[in-house]
């Protein structure tokens, strides 16, 4: 039993360690891809924009996650912009005008997504309200 | 149960709310299924299709084509404009397919993602170079602008730099009449 799970463990080691198939670009990363900002506090406005950005290569990560050459230049971008002033709900609008909704992992309100925004106020309305009825009839039994 | 006397109200029925939950479990079962076996499109579309190209000058990728700006697509006769590598395996499948829209008279300018020179001089000539210019674009600065995730991608512009249509991925033999179609469309 000992054995079969050491070899189980090992095929799962190689298939997760196996250099991946796709070809990769011989550039180093872009200069700000793997180098925060000297400004703590960019670099943090920086981060917490990359964390809600889509990786397009990796569709689950973000590009703060992502190794995936695309995202390092994302995250240059980010980090250049952001250095030079710009504000990250700028660049947030700035990516969606060119990849759509899907590029941001945070939704904005519009037409579409108020439901999104309702639904907890829906919801604790619905409870509030189905509590109220059990009180009541839990004091008519009294 | 029988031992009950009459009158004395007996325990409610469940009824539908004892179903409720599974019903509602089925549903989300039947949900998952749905999205499991839907045919999973991972293309993110530019939203920049109709737009015009933003401004961008690029210094050449190669030693014998010139680099690529904006103005290059703004002389009145449509353009392609393919985002591609040399590292890419797909750009060396589609080299065929731009060879034969070259050959038909199409004008095309490559944008090259994170590639260096000489990788570049090799890749054209083992698989041809269907390129009037190729724009060095080493931090994906100009593939971002157009809102493009990957390569290789092809993009049609029209006379006045307006992006008319994208495809994603390689241009495989029967997406040439699209690409052709689509150019004659963008006033070719």
Known sequence: ?142 | MSAQAPGKPGPKKPGLALWLPLMLFAGFVVLVIYGLSRNANTDVVSAFIGKPLPAFDLPPASDDRPGLATADFTKGKPRLLNVFASWCVPCAVEAPQLAALAAKGVEIDGVAIRDRKQDLAQFLAQNGNPFARIGRDDLSQVQLAIGSSGVPETFVIDGRGVIRYQHIGDIRPEDVPIILRKLAEAGA
Do not use: N
């Open chain 1, 1 to 142: 039993m000992k054995r079969l799970w050491l070899a189980i463990m090992a095929l799962l080691a190689a298939a997760l360690c196996s250099p991946p198939l796709a070809a990769q670009d011989l550039l180093p990363p872009a200069p700000y891809a793997y180098k925060q900002i000297a400004d703590p506090a960019l670099e943090a406005k920086a981060q917490t924009l990359m964390l809600t950005l889509r990786c397009l290569k990796c569709q689950s990560q973000s590009i703060a996650d992502s190794d995936a050459p695309m995202a390092g230049d994302m995250r240059h971008q980010v980090r250049t912009r952001i250095a030079a002033g710009e504000d990250p709900e700028a660049i947030r609008v700035w990516l969606i005008e060119r990849y759509g909704d899907y590029v941001s992992y945070t939704p904005q309100l519009k037409p579409i997504t108020w439901p999104l925004f309702a639904a907890p106020l829906i919801i604790l309305v619905l409870a509030a309200l189905l509590l109220r009825g059990r009180f009541r009839r839990s004091k008519a039994a009294a």
